[in-house]
């Protein structure tokens, strides 16, 4: 498969003797050994020895450590470490806690603690409610992981994944102004996991899981929607249906085509083909077939994996059987969550005319993209290096925004397709292409569209506990305020 060459930009920090090596020594050997040294940094001089941070573009990785090495082997030079920007940027984790209120005397002192706190606490436990205005309560979410899942990586361990929740955390606070804290936990069992998220409760607004292997997810997420009143989300489940749709949305709308007359077919069904498939099913999908390793996903088999015989009894309606290369015929959409390499160019020409195909297996899609491109009037993958990526990142901070503000007490399906739609709506008729079906990460409107969207679902499903005040203010808001909470700073003094 065809990819972006992408330089990468290393330091390597040495230490060499003056009386033995001199740096044009170094520079030379950076040079011979394929290197672009970009910079020179003194970290310290004695009277013997010169320390130094060496910047260097380098073509990967491996490439680094082989400058690393030879670097090492020269007499009188110490090769101390050596680092790129990647590494640079986690170096003592990504994210930190600081004060609202900085502690500048004794007055602040009392009343952000002791004396003054104990009026704040008594007033919680008189009104348990007044933890949502009293407290990070109200803006805060837990990203939840065991390290069974990560990314593309599997089970590597709660330690490991830790630099992964980190940058969700990042994620939440710069895109929607959430506070997330990531929280890696040293434990596999099921029940131990949901007895500890549960026994959090009183601390966070709202519940990220992340990076749970399956099954195990599907029953960690519906246990604590279920025993929680606070959001609980599986992003790598709803996040990944969400930003799908959103883009199947926008590329029916190039297509002249309508949910309702289209195939779909799903190729891999774990947690996010799933997700993905009631979503579509929600949005109004008729003839959706579910394909695995072992083919289509039919009624008439005993599936040993629950989560298959309930998938087989919503999907499928004319119960076809065979492998992916024999129920992709006349399919007007493929969307794969599953493995590189498992849709060939000869099944995307058994596909319906203008064929739309979503391939979202990383780092290597389902096919090739370059190789799709004759033969696909849209296509999109999870890659940044082609057009149309679809990204989690446009999801899931919008949601749990508009949850938060709304205090609703879950995320349901309706709260989902309405995020969906608003990703979608945000890119215009003049900007829609084959090319651009979803908008870019960083477009600021994401996020207000969805809070906006998942906050009016909220209500119209009965979820929501409060409207948020910008929203209350609206000409065109259609939501009952018959029961709407106290505005915070009014619910902190009654």
């Known amino acids: 498969m065809s990819s972006t060459h992408k330089q990468l930009t290393i330091t390597i920090r040495v230490k060499y003797e003056k009386e033995r090596v001199g740096f044009g020594t170094l520079a030379t050997q950076i040079g011979y050994d394929g290197g672009d040294m970009v910079g020179i940094d003194v970290i310290s001089s004695t009277k013997t020895h010169h320390v130094r941070d060496i910047t260097v573009n380098v073509s990967d990785p491996e490439h680094g450590s082989m400058l690393g090495k030879k670097l090492a082997e020269l007499d009188g030079v110490d090769v101390m470490h050596v680092s790129d920007q990647t590494f640079q940027l986690h170096v003592g984790g990504k994210i930190e806690c600081v004060p609202k209120n900085p502690i500048k005397n004794r007055d602040t002192l009392s009343k952000v603690y002791t004396p003054g706190v104990a009026r704040v606490c008594t007033a919680i436990a008189d009104d348990p409610d007044k933890a949502y205005s009293l407290t990070i309560k109200r803006n805060t979410v837990a990203v939840v992981s065991d390290g069974t899942a990560v990314l593309g990586l599997g089970d590597i361990g709660p330690a490991a994944a830790m630099p992964v929740m980190e940058g969700k955390a990042m994620l939440f606070k710069q895109l929607a102004g959430v506070d997330a804290f990531p929280i890696c936990l040293n434990t596999k069992d099921p029940e131990e996991i949901i007895r500890i998220v549960k026994a959090m409760e009183p601390t966070f607004g709202g519940i990220n899981l992340e990076d749970i292997s399956s099954p195990r997810c599907f029953e960690i997420e519906e246990r604590l929607k279920r025993e929680l009143d606070i959001p609980v989300f599986h992003d790598d489940q709803h996040g990944t249906a969400v930003v799908i749709m959103a883009g199947l949305l926008n590329a029916l709308r190039i297509c002249g085509k309508r949910v309702e007359d289209i195939k779909v077919i799903v190729n891999g069904i774990g947690a996010a083909g799933i997700a993905c498939s009631k979503m579509l ?101 999870g890659r940044s290096d082609y057009p149309n990526q679809i990204n989690n990142v446009l999801c899931f901070p919008g949601i749990f925004r508009g949850a938060l503000d709304c205090r609703a007490t879950e995320i349901n399906e309706e709260m989902k397709l309405a995020a969906a739609q608003a990703i979608a709506s945000v890119v215009t008729d003049e900007q829609l292409s084959e090319t651009y079906i979803i908008p870019n990460v960083f477009n600021a409107k994401v996020v207000e569209k969805v809070r906006e969207g998942v906050i009016r679902a909220a209500h119209q499903t009965g979820v929501a506990r409060k409207l948020p005040l910008d929203m209350q203010t609206s000409s065109s808001d259609a939501i009952s305020t018959d029961e709407l909470f106290e505005e915070d700073i009014e619910l902190a003094w009654r």
């Open 281 to 381: 099913l929600q949005a109004g999908v008729r003839n959706l077939i579910g394909v695995d390793r072992h083919g289509a996903i039919c009624r008439d088999v005993q599936y040993d994996n629950p989560q298959w015989t309930a998938f087989a009894q919503i999907t499928n309606p004319h119960n076809v059987s065979g492998s992916l290369s024999e129920v992709i015929a006349d399919a007007d959409v493929f969307i794969g969550v599953s493995a590189p390499g498992v849709l060939k160019v000869e099944d995307v020409k058994k596909m319906a005319q203008e064929p739309i195909v979503f391939a979202m297996a990383n780092p290597v899609p389902e096919i090739d993209p370059d190789l799709a491109a004759p033969y696909v009037k849209v296509m999109a993958t």
